[in-house]
């Protein structure tokens, strides 16, 4: 059975750094588009960044110029690089990938 596994997340002072890791572990030949999505309480879940298999990337406006999404295609797993975090950022951040199910989830939690 195909699944993403998330792994990094934490808690952060603001104006610290945390990275991400999603893999997906099973039968999988190719995936084209990866992604971190988010949800803080009350709101609704959010595109943060996501990648396609050629390198393609794009980014939510908030986290522009602070977060950097990155693919390891040979290993199936994409990663976050989130800089100069802020209180905002908080929430659980959920990786996404092209016609498979939802990661369960990572809770990333900024302090002010």
């Known amino acids: 059975q195909v699944q993403l596994v998330e792994s990094g997340g934490g808690l952060v002072q603001a104006g610290g750094s945390l990275r991400l890791s999603c893999a997906a572990s099973g039968s999988i030949v190719s995936i084209n588009a990866m992604g971190w999505y988010r949800q803080a309480p009350g709101k609704q879940r959010e595109l943060v960044a996501a990648?396609?298999?050629?390198?393609?990337?794009n980014y939510a406006d908030s986290v522009k110029g602070r977060f950097t999404i990155s693919r390891d295609n040979a290993k199936n797993t994409v990663y976050l690089q989130m800089n100069s975090l802020k209180p905002e950022d908080t929430a659980v951040y959920y990786c996404?990938?092209?016609?498979?199910?939802w990661g369960q989830g990572t809770q990333v939690t900024v302090s002010s």
């Open positions: 996404y990938a092209y016609g498979l199910p």
């Open positions: 990648i396609t298999n050629s390198g393609r990337s």
